[in-house]
């Protein structure tokens, strides 16, 4: 088990275990979506967009050509972008441009769920996961870590030393944390859902939407408003203004432990805005964190910064700060100790982290 406080924060590079495209990949994926055949336009036929449910949305009502101008230029221009949040960041000021990316991402999110390890199929009530398929994926190492020293009769505690911040807009953590819930416990699905509903998982962007609403993989319900659900999410360049959402982010990170970085690219307007000004933690909190492929020069970079958030120092000494890159509050130099409770590993995925600290994490 968990025997502190501890904080995971998730990116893209997370889903990469369980089959989720991540970065380009999305992107291709939302270029084919994307593709409408102008000669069909007016009376669109099936034949004439690669993804028709997607392209129905918009084709009903005023505006139909603004929206077609958004699909084509979507399609012809995205694989240009390192994803569809950059793509869209550059065309913010065309309203339907943005309409239509975000509708495709949701639209390619539950595709993805749909085509992941993580699905199970909902032909059957008594159908479960498959951890054959996931056996060698961080999640199931979490819930390595997760449950010895919990008896099944404290389930309902199971996650309450851990906490998520999510970055990503699919439900895969929640959807298999019930499903490991029900099968490493033995507990009805419902019950496992109502305990993952409790626990602490916030989605600084948002996301599809809840599982009893929208079913993992979005099928059961058959055809979806795409466009109305994408009104649930933000892409990463948009500035998240909820202060229930900030609020929660500074309380998880000011309470933890424990930080475990898991898939994440630390862009900078997201290290802004997990650690603003205002974010100031308690104490000095050990680090974990995959950056895998990133050069040492920049492993060493975002280290350095992530010390520079957490430092060993006297919370008592009254000197003044000074502040650093991303805003960070950058303690004077006789303030700092020496600093080794930071770990970016550069050459591990998330599942060699949770092998190679196991006993670190656990804590």
């Given at each position: 088990m968990f025997n502190r406080k501890t904080l995971?924060?998730?990116?893209?590079?997370?889903?990469?275990?369980?089959?989720?495209?991540?970065?380009?990949?999305?992107?291709l994926d939302i270029q084919q979506r994307a593709k409408v055949n102008?000669?069909?336009?007016?009376?669109?036929?099936?034949?004439?967009?690669?993804?028709?449910?997607?392209?129905?949305?918009?084709?009903?009502?005023?505006?139909?050509?603004?929206?077609?101008?958004?699909?084509?230029?979507?399609?012809?221009?995205?694989?240009?972008?390192?994803?569809?949040?950059?793509?869209?960041?550059?065309?913010?000021?065309?309203?339907?441009?943005?309409?239509?990316?975000?509708?495709?991402?949701?639209?390619?999110?539950?595709?993805?769920?749909?085509?992941?390890?993580?699905?199970?199929?909902?032909?059957?009530i008594n159908n479960t996961l498959d951890l054959m398929r996931v056996h060698a994926s961080w999640m199931v190492k979490f819930m390595r870590v997760l449950g010895p020293g919990r008896k099944a009769r404290d389930v309902e505690k199971v996650l309450d030393d851990v906490a998520f911040i999510n970055?990503?807009?699919?439900?895969?953590?929640?959807?298999?944390?019930?499903?490991?819930?029900?099968?490493q416990y033995g507990i009805p699905k419902q019950r496992a859902a109502e305990i993952v509903s409790r626990a602490t998982i916030i989605h600084p962007y948002g996301w599809v939407g809840?599982?009893?609403?929208?079913?993992?993989?979005?099928?059961?319900?058959?055809?979806?408003?795409?466009?109305?659900?994408?009104?649930?999410?933000?892409?990463?360049?948009?500035?998240v203004e909820e202060e229930s959402t900030l609020s929660s982010m500074e309380d998880a990170i000011?309470?933890?432990d424990c930080l475990v970085f898991l898939?994440?690219?630390?862009?900078?307007?997201?290290?802004?805005?997990?650690?603003?000004?205002?974010?100031v933690p308690r104490k000095t909190t050990p680090?974990?964190?995959?950056?895998?492929?990133m050069s040492k020069a920049d492993t060493s970079q975002v280290a350095s910064l992530l010390e520079d958030r957490f430092p060993e120092y006297d919370p008592d000494d009254e000197l003044e700060d000074s502040h650093g890159p991303f805003g960070f509050r950058i303690p004077?130099?006789?303030?700092?100790?020496?600093?080794?409770?930071?770990n970016i590993e550069n050459e591990l995925n998330c599942a060699q982290l949770f092998d190679y600290y196991a006993k670190s994490l656990a804590g």
């Open positions: 995971f924060i998730i990116g893209a590079g997370a889903g990469v275990d369980v089959n989720l495209p991540v970065g380009t990949k999305l992107a102008i000669s069909h336009f007016g009376a669109l036929a099936e034949h004439g967009t690669f993804d028709y449910e997607l392209a129905t949305g918009f084709f009903q009502g005023g505006g139909a050509a603004k929206y077609l101008a958004a699909f084509e230029l979507i399609h012809k221009g995205i694989l240009l972008a390192n994803s569809i949040d950059d793509f869209l960041n550059i065309h913010e000021g065309t309203p339907e441009v943005v309409e239509v990316g975000k509708a495709a991402i949701i639209r390619s999110i539950l595709d993805a769920e749909r085509n992941s390890y993580l699905f199970v199929s909902p032909s059957n970055f990503n807009y699919d439900r895969c953590l929640e959807h298999f944390l019930m499903h490991a819930l029900h099968l809840p599982l009893d609403q929208v079913p993992f993989g979005g099928i059961e319900h058959g055809r979806l408003d795409y466009r109305n659900l994408s009104k649930r999410i933000k892409t990463y360049t948009e500035q000011r309470n933890a898939g994440f690219a630390y862009h900078t307007q997201n290290m802004n805005l997990l650690f603003g000004k205002h974010t680090i974990f964190g995959t950056a895998l492929g004077s130099p006789m303030r700092l100790k020496m600093n080794d409770h930071v």
